[in-house]
């Protein structure tokens, strides 16, 4: 993050619809100042994703809740690491998912909410944007992106860590059902770390393709829309050139 200049932090309050404008205006601003280096950079900034914006707007939005969203991956990890060498963690890994998935809960709501203000379809960037939420929470590079309002793209998640041991992997226990889990004989660790691994590559290269095909889709989106601009340009022309046309027509006569 201290590779951008401080006055960019204000680009990714802008709605997406005004981002290239007021990243070109900066980047003259700065150039005008003397400050090629930072224009080039501003210059260089790529309008963000609808997600992406929403999660941008957290950092001011819900401070206090992206703070959680922190503490709560930590958590999370640190029960990871004690699944993996006591067989009496999983209570622990289970508070720490219930807590990781409510505070993502609310943050997405927020995030919608925000695309919501500005005209968007927020509803169907939700996927997106949890999806994003649980990599930040486990990435710290990433979670302090978003805490900072400065995301570019998605975030990832890190190799390492996945939902083998995330969200939906330690459901609650029906009543009795301890005692039958210590009874039951201790799980192949090493066959255990081995078939996590396995699943994070796989989720991994999944969330990588569906980021790429989110951003094939807005880009074909924007394309559309100036598509669309130019085509309503061109139309009013022909039907000013075709009335002036019948115009000069009618004066030959």
Same mark, same amino acid.
Do not use: C
């Given at each position: ?20 404008? $007021?990243?070109?205006?900066?980047? !003259? ?29 957290? !950092? ?10 922190? &503490? ?13 060498? !006591?067989? &009496?963690?999983?209570? %622990? ?20 909410? *925000? ?14 944007? *949890? ?12 979670? $302090? ?12 998640? /890190? ?27 201790? /799980? ?27 951003? &094939? ?15 309503? *340009? ?18 030959? %006569?």
């Amino acid at each position: 993050m201290s590779d951008l200049p401080p006055e960019a932090t204000e680009l990714y309050r802008e709605p997406p619809s005004g981002f290239i404008a $007021a990243r070109d205006q900066l980047a !003259s601003t700065l150039r005008g100042a003397g400050r090629d280096d930072d224009a080039k950079v501003v210059k260089a900034l790529r309008k963000p994703t609808l997600p992406v914006w929403a999660l941008d707007q957290l !950092s001011h939005r819900e401070p206090t809740l992206l703070q959680e969203l922190v &503490d709560a991956g930590a958590e999370l990890r640190a029960a990871q690491q004690a699944t993996l060498s !006591s067989a &009496d963690a999983a209570e %622990r890994m289970r508070a720490a998912t219930a807590e990781r998935r409510e505070v993502i809960a609310k943050l997405n709501a927020s995030a919608v909410a *925000a695309l919501g203000e500005i005209g968007a379809a927020g509803g169907s960037q939700a996927d997106a944007i *949890a999806a994003a939420l649980e990599s930040a929470s486990i990435d710290p590079e990433a979670g $302090a992106r978003l805490q900072a309002g400065l995301l570019t793209a998605l975030p990832e998640a /890190p190799g390492g860590f996945g939902d083998v041991f995330g969200l939906a992997a330690v459901p609650d226990l029906p009543a009795g059902a301890k005692k039958k889990a210590a009874a039951a004989p201790k /799980p192949d660790a090493a066959k255990l770390r081995r078939m996590r691994d396995a699943a994070v590559k796989a989720a991994s290269k999944d969330r990588a393709y569906a980021d790429r095909v989110a951003r &094939d889709l807005q880009q074909a989106r924007e394309r559309l829309a100036t598509l669309e601009a130019d085509h309503a *340009a061109a139309e009013a022309k022909a039907l000013e050139s075709q009335a002036a046309a019948k115009r000069a027509e009618k004066d030959a %006569r």
